[in-house]
Nanobody, 126 residues
């Protein structure tokens, strides 16, 4: 069982930045890749970013490419999402999730996570 706890959400004006954190109860990268997804008001889930244990390279949905940066501190079991140049359409509940490593891309895109946190709210005003 993996527990994930997000923090760092809040309310900002358009153009602002936030840095989300997700603390995992155990080292996850042996079996999982890690990522973020979000759910906006009256919307379904949307994949945001993912990262693998053996690399620092992040992969992003087009809507956040160039503005968001995913990173990790594997020693501390912490996943981050640095969000820059925020837009009102980024308003959503943001979730940290663990996806089975062997099917990471498909699981991330289809939101079939093995574990997810409780979410942290991000609100961007214009």
């Amino acid at each position: 069982q993996v527990q994930l706890v997000e923090s760092g959400g809040g309310s900002v004006q358009a153009g602002g930045s936030l840095n989300l954190s997700c603390v995992a109860s155990t080292y996850t990268y042996k079996d999982y890749c890690m990522g973020w997804f979000r759910q906006g008001p009256a919307k379904g889930y949307e994949a945001v970013a993912r990262i693998y244990g053996d690399s620092d390279t992040g992969y992003y949905e087009d809507s956040v490419q160039g503005r968001f940066i995913i990173s990790k501190d594997s020693a501390k079991n912490i996943l981050y999402l640095q969000m820059n140049n925020l837009k009102p359409e980024d308003t959503a509940m943001y979730y940290c999730a663990a996806y089975w490593r062997t099917s990471c891309f498909n699981s991330w895109k289809k939101h079939t996570f093995a574990y997810r946190g409780q979410g942290t709210q991000v609100t961007v005003s214009s």
